[in-house]
């Protein structure tokens, strides 16, 4: 019903600057909220920031200020704008999405994308 793909990952020096991209194919338009969430190794994952069909936008107190989401609905990509990144940073990112369909939320999730914050 819907594939996202992440792209955008790398490796970046602590300070540095990423921009996360999450392409969207499939029928949209029943969208409700899409996200980013991130899993270091050996920790579970967890959220990095959502947004409402309405605008609304959240972050984790951990990138409040430094990262940024977006989304192009003509181009039906979202990205995750990260800024002064830290070690603590490092993870697999994950773009997500939710739809509603018949009343019922359905959750979709990228495969993910690596992001190495190192000196």
């Known amino acids: 019903q819907l594939h996202l793909v992440e792209s955008g990952g790398g490796l970046v020096q602590p300070g540095g600057s990423l921009r996360l991209s999450c392409t969207v194919s499939?029928?949209?338009?029943?969208?409700?909220?899409i996200g980013w969430f991130r899993q270091a190794p050996g920790k579970e994952r967890e959220g990095v920031s959502c947004?409402?069909?309405?605008?609304?936008?959240n972050y984790s107190e951990s990138v409040k200020g430094r990262f940024t989401i977006s989304r192009d609905s003509i181009q039906n990509t979202m990205y995750l704008q990260m800024d002064s990144l830290q070690s603590e940073d490092t993870a697999v990112y994950y773009c997500?999405?939710?739809?509603?369909?018949?009343?019922?939320?359905?959750?979709?999730w990228g495969q993910g994308t690596q992001v190495t914050v190192s000196s």
């Open positions: 947004m409402q069909s309405s605008g609304w936008t």
């Open positions: 499939g029928n949209t338009l029943d969208y409700y909220a």
């Open positions: 997500h999405a939710d739809l509603l369909r018949a009343g019922v939320l359905i959750d979709f």
